[in-house]
């Protein structure tokens, strides 16, 4: 599993993680989409907020490998601003190709970009 060393390992005054310490042994927490509701607390949306601005500072438009990104926080962004690189795609690896929709991250997160 790739370790992407920079990368924030958590939102700051918060339990939310960004990354894991390590591979699961026995099984690769497979990615899946979340739906994100209006209702959403505050925290969680920050922390969306902060995890693809971090997403896009160190990796820009390209494809990146998840290692060890965090498959839940993965999940928010998933299918909108985080899409496959690769064709087929397997949810279930660390070694899954990524990349973020710069576009679509625009049109759903417009505060963090300097325009």
């Known amino acids: ?3 992407h060393r920079g990368f924030p390992g958590r939102l700051p005054g918060s339990d939310l ?3 894991i310490r390590r591979a699961d042994p026995r099984k690769v927490t497979p990615l899946k989409a979340r739906e994100r509701f209006a ?3 505050a925290i969680d949306r920050q ?3 902060m995890f693809l601005t971090a997403l896009i500072e160190h990796f820009g ?3 990146f ?3 060890n990104l965090d498959a839940g926080r993965l999940g ?3 299918g909108r601003e985080v899409v496959p690189a690769e064709d087929p795609f397997d949810p279930a690896s660390y070694e899954a190709l990524l990349r973020v929709d710069v576009d679509r991250a625009r049109a759903s997160f417009p505060d963090i ?3």
Request: proline share 4%.
């Open 1 to 3: 599993m790739l370790k």
């Open 17 to 19: 993680q960004f990354t």
């Open 39 to 41: 209702d959403r607390r």
């Open 47 to 49: 922390a969306d907020e």
């Open 61 to 63: 438009e390209e494809p």
């Open 65 to 67: 490998e998840r290692g």
């Open 76 to 78: 928010w962004l998933l």
């Open 113 to 115: 970009f300097d325009d």
